[in-house]
């Protein structure tokens, strides 16, 4: 597990957790300027509980990393537009913008993060590293445990892919079986529906017969009758 001290000394460390930024608000409410993206430098200062001047001097030392961490810089005519289009926006939220200032410099959260891995004498700042390794820690015995679930689940099933190896020849054996099942129920069928046939046959030949009887029997009472006369 990396330690508050590698966090604070490694810039790659700090860019493999650049995005846990909802680790801010765990710590501590991080108020945004109106148009809900951006914080001033007060308003960093403020979250830290430090002086806008170390906040300041910590975005000069490390201005390359923040900056790839969305942290801007407006002057001119960037600046003039960014405060048209954000006429309510004021200094954190008291009063309204100066009017007259040469720069300024916005932070998004990632960038906030971004001072929280670095600024060292801030209690705030320490609390969000603890929260952000802490995090990463549970997250780490989730995925070891996970990890182990899995190879469980893997496990089973190497011991299922093993008996269905031994139970191949069984099964082969028994599809055998039942084709020659199969075989011998086509032809008990076929003799059925001969015998069926044969049946049907037979008992044209009784109705028949039946009729034949009936004819000599009409044909004896009929001479009968004429002999008594």
Not at 31 to 46: F, I
Not at 106 to 130: E, G, H, P, Q, Y
Not at 187 to 197: I, Q
Request: overall charge positive.
């Amino acid at each position: 597990m990396p330690t508050e001290v590698a966090l604070l000394e490694s810039r790659a460390m700090r860019v493999e957790h650049a995005g846990r930024v909802e680790v801010l608000d765990k710590v501590k409410a991080l108020v945004m300027l109106p148009d809900g993206v951006h914080v001033s430098t007060e308003g960093v200062a403020r979250y830290f509980e430090v002086s806008t001047e170390v906040i300041k001097k910590l975005t000069q030392r490390h201005r390359d990393e923040l900056t790839q961490g969305g942290m801007q810089i407006l002057r001119g005519s960037d600046l003039g537009e960014y405060q048209r289009d954000n006429l309510s926006l004021s200094s954190e939220g008291e009063g309204s913008y100066p009017q007259r200032r040469s720069s300024l410099t916005l932070f998004t959260r990632r960038a906030v993060l971004n001072i929280a891995m670095l600024l060292r004498d801030s209690d705030i700042a320490r609390c969000v590293r603890t929260y952000l390794l802490d995090a990463e820690e549970g997250w780490r015995e989730g995925y070891a445990s996970l990890d182990r679930r899995v190879t469980n689940v893997e496990n089973c099933l190497a011991g299922v892919g093993t008996a269905l190896q031994e139970l191949g020849p069984v099964l082969n054996r028994m599809s055998q079986r039942l084709d020659s099942l199969d075989q011998r129920l086509d032809a008990t069928n076929r003799v059925v529906g001969a015998m069926s046939n044969r049946l049907c046959e037979l008992s044209g030949d009784m109705c028949r017969m039946d009729a034949r009887i009936d004819d000599v029997a009409r044909q004896l009472r009929s001479l009968r009758r004429r002999r008594r006369r």
